[in-house]
């Protein structure tokens, strides 16, 4: 982590954002996305590019795939964004049996954590390297990009979600938020 106190990164952000930061309650601002499930195995022609912009069309040579709901809790400081992605398990109708005896079920029928992203426009540690050195930083305009992710991380706001619900994924975003970057808000 670099280290560095509050009133720098203040000045450094104050700099980037031109004196307008993003948070909402003080702090943070929250963000939940739910990404649609699809199916290009059978499902021909490709229609992910309709559902999620941006995507590459595929054929059934070079499918996608079949993949479930994503739901995506994104907090926003104004030093970093924090996002938990959730695989859902919710499949469309036609991909999943009518019946399932879920004893010989592989996969959870019930939401799991995938990924933790990191992204931020300083330093997340000592030494990291930009994610894009020559894309201006969408999230801090005229700013590199400095990401991360953990993969195993996911799991703990995941039983947070299925035993306490969203206000537990929000606390456990903001308790890492302060862990990794301390003092940002002072």
């Known amino acids: 982590m670099v280290t560095s106190n509050a009133n720098e990164v203040a000045e450094a952000l104050a700099v980037i954002h031109d004196g307008e930061l993003i948070p909402t309650d003080g702090r943070f601002t929250r963000e939940v996305w739910i990404g649609p499930a699809y199916d290009c195995i059978t499902n021909q022609p490709c229609q992910l590019p309709e559902i999620r912009p941006g995507a590459h069309s595929c054929t059934p040579a070079n499918s996608h795939g079949r993949h479930a709901c994503e739901m995506v809790f994104t907090l926003r400081s104004n030093v970093a ?38 992204h931020s426009a300083i330093p997340h540690y000592d030494g990291q390297p930009p994610t894009r050195s020559d894309d201006p930083c969408p999230r801090w305009p ?45």
């Not at 399932?100 to 992203?117: L, M, N």
């Not at 306490?164 to 002072?186: I, K």
């Open 81 to 118: 964004e924090l996002s938990v992605t959730f695989l859902t398990g919710w499949d469309l109708p036609e991909t999943f049996p009518k019946s399932t005896d879920y004893s010989r079920v592989e996969t959870r029928p019930w939401p799991r954590g995938a990924i933790v992203h990191f």
């Open 142 to 186: 005229g700013q590199v990009c400095y990401s991360d992710a953990g993969y195993t991380m996911a799991d703990e706001p995941a039983e947070a979600l299925l035993r306490r619900g969203s206000d537990a994924v929000w606390t456990w975003l903001e308790n890492l938020h302060d862990t990794e970057w301390p003092g940002a808000h002072q």
